[in-house]
């Protein structure tokens, strides 16, 4: 077997399960997640009839390039969404299995492990599945850390030239997960001249970008970054992005790559023996997923709605503000976040993910310690009454004791 098998950690979700095991919650109060990133909105009807109508493609095998049709709907949604003269759908757009899949294989085909200690960059806290990648790629992992005081800014000095002279691959995430930050066209170019120094390819994480909150702000992407910044070939630049949260198909399993054609050519090889090419009914469906902008506005509105009252009810005990896009609150912990989201499920039944299990320690600290995230996925009613119970049990903490406990926590610390 592969030895790297045994560096990976467990997942998230597994610590969480772990973690909650023998607990016994409060059975007068319904269940609510709030832990997995899993959208709860409905899935349009257009894009369910789309598939169905299609489903006479499973008697054919499908292009691992996808069709015509699904390129050329992808190449114009990211025209019109980041104002792009011109995308090539033959040369600069693959159609993937979800962002996750993609993330993941992208790593297998970028890193060259015949050079000495290969390194890759990625965020922290971050997507697990960027770890799990690296270390299977035989690649040495160096995160950055992505912290409350500086905006969760991108900091790229946090690591020496040492490690960026060996680094082949960074991934990036904006809009962040779980913190919501959006990087800034000038942390784009610092990162763009530190890939031109050190010839580092770039994946951008992109899962989130249809979830903002300002109709009038969209959030800023690598590839309308890149040729603001006379970058308009995207060299050493893929993007990556999903239906999954734009239009609640999480179970299409349907995105695509964008950028370096020289890159997408030889990912496209790969891709080609990996057997991943997305089902004909489901490339239909997507291709008109990418058509439409109407869905995608109604489902921004309930995300609005949501953070919008959340954020009202939880201000009074808590520190916490709208993020720049994404679904998720990253919000302090008075006590130890393994502690809190156990307490929390205890006495009110709701799960949510302590941030360590999201980070490592890292240039001496967990970022995610001390944190929880919380995914404001479900529908409405059931956001605010999660919300209603949250604050319920900051409250214990705000007055200096845990009902559970009895032990006092300052009020500065962290409410």
Known sequence: MNPNLSRLQPYPFQKLAALLAGVTPDASLRPISLSIGEPKHATPQFIRDELTARIDGLSSYPATAGSEALRNAMAGWIERRYQIARIDPARQVLPVNGSREALFAFAQAVVDGSRERPAVVAPNPFYQIYEGAILLAGAEPHFLNLLPDTGFALDLQQLPEEVWSRTQLIYVCSPGNPTGNVITLEEWRALFDLSDRHGFVIAADECYSEIYFDEKRPPLGALEAAQRLGRGDFRRLVAFSSLSKRSNVPG????????????????????????????????????????????????????????????????????????????????????????????????????????????????????????IRVALVAPVGECLEAAQRLKAFYSQFAKGKNKNDGFAVSHRQGL
């Open 252 to 371: 299409m399993r349907s995105g695509y790559v964008a950028g370096d054609a020289d890159i997408l050519a030889k990912f496209l090889l790969y891709r080609t023996y990996h057997g991943c090419a997305m089902n004909p009914a489901v490339q239909a469906a997507s291709a008109a997923a990418w058509s439409d902008e109407q869905h995608v506005v109604e489902n921004r509105r309930l995300y609005r709605e949501k953070f919008e009252k959340t954020c009202a009810i939880l201000s009074p005990v808590t520190q916490v503000e709208v993020p720049e896009a994404a679904f998720y609150l990253w919000l302090r912990t008075p006590i130890a976040d393994t502690e809190f989201a156990k307490q929390l499920f205890e006495q009110y039944n709701v799960s949510v993910v302590p941030g360590s299990y999201l980070a490592r320690e890292a240039h001496g600290i967990n970022p995610g310690r001390n944190f």
